[in-house]
């Protein structure tokens, strides 16, 4: 019997992430200008982001939940021979 898990969204935890770390910025730099950036370096900063949380539920959490990208795929445990390790 096949178990269902969690579907968990990218894009969510990284509006959280995303939140938290900014906040942090601010503390830290209390007196910036403002809170802009480049088109381009926010693109990059969402890509970077998104396969870090990829990476990291591999590694810690894939046996638990499923993981929807933010272009929709649902990623799923990955099933891997035993004997390799």
């Known amino acids: 019997m096949m178990t269902v898990k969690p579907i968990i969204k990218v894009s969510d935890i990284m509006f959280d992430a995303e939140q938290s770390f900014w906040q ?12 802009d950036m480049f088109p381009e370096d926010n693109l990059d900063w969402g890509c970077s982001m998104e396969n870090a ?5 591999r590694c810690n959490a894939e046996r638990h939940y499923d993981l929807q990208c933010t272009d929709g ?10 004997e390799i390790f």
């Open 73 to 82: 795929q649902v990623l799923r445990e990955s099933k891997v021979d035993d």
């Open 53 to 57: 949380i990829i990476a990291w539920w």
């Open 24 to 35: 942090q910025v601010v503390n830290h730099l209390p007196k910036s200008d403002g809170g």
